[in-house]
């Protein structure tokens, strides 16, 4: 006879980062939260802030820490918290350790293939934020989301 494994799928909780910011209103917002949780990096991270119905902050998780231009993101690993965290939405973000947070053509094409991906499982994606140097890129700012 075969046996077939079960399995029970769990979130664990890692820690916590202090942050000001308990919800995400405005792009700014999202700068304040993830300009500290990034800082430092000095390759690239990809990240997804996991919120509830009205936007407040319930969870971060580091979808994937890449080379120094680049990161792995698939639509799996950036769900998966989402939904074990029961999150109605989730802000997109990560960082370029070059400084400059001007989007490459692959940003774009995973921002779009990520929002498409919520969609069909009904999570929004808020916005894809940027991390330069000196500021930010906002997807949703800039009418691209």
């Not at 998966?80 to 094409?109: F, I």
């Not at 293939?113 to 808020?126: H, P």
């Amino acid at each position: 006879m075969y046996r077939i494994p079960r399995y029970r799928v769990c979130l664990v909780r890692e820690g916590s980062h202090p942050s000001e910011v308990k919800s995400i209103n405005s792009p700014a917002d999202a700068f304040g939260l993830l300009r500290t949780y990034l800082d430092g990096a000095d390759r690239e991270n990809f990240v997804a802030v996991l919120v509830d119905t009205k936007n407040k902050v319930i969870g971060i998780n580091t979808v994937s820490v890449g080379a120094l231009d680049t990161t792995i993101v698939h639509p799996r690993e950036v769900f998966k918290p989402a939904v074990l965290c029961n999150a109605a939405g989730v802000l997109l973000a990560h960082n370029h350790p070059s400084g400059d947070a001007t989007p490459s053509e692959e940003d774009k094409a995973v921002t779009q293939k990520l929002r498409d991906a919520g969609t069909i499982l009904g999570i929004t994606v808020l916005d894809h934020i940027i991390i330069g140097e000196d500021g930010y890129f906002s997807f949703k700012a800039q009418g691209l989301i």
